[in-house]
């Protein structure tokens, strides 16, 4: 696939019409659109909350992925009682 035109505004259009067609293709076809996720991210925070972290996770006899796993799950877990809803 290839967007052509002279200036980025242009591009950015060409971009939006054809992610315009393709939902339009798949709802006609009824084909889902989903993203898909790796399971990856990077997460930026202040120092002195990751050392925090880093110390809890330590002292729980967790690694620091595994505390911000379970945090994140937590959070995420049950939207509807945090008033948010997700996509």
Do not use: W
């Amino acid at each position: 696939m290839a967007f052509y035109a002279r200036h980025i505004e242009g591009l950015k259009r060409e971009g939006r019409k054809s992610l315009q067609v393709f939902v339009e293709v798949c709802r006609e076809k009824g084909i889902e659109i989903r993203r898909g996720f790796s399971g990856r991210f990077n997460v930026r925070i202040p120092k002195d909350r990751h050392a925090r972290a880093a110390v809890v996770a330590k002292a729980r006899g967790k690694s620091l992925n595994r505390l911000v796993t379970e945090a994140l799950g937590h959070e995420v877990s049950d939207p509807d009682a945090r008033g948010a809803a997700c996509g």
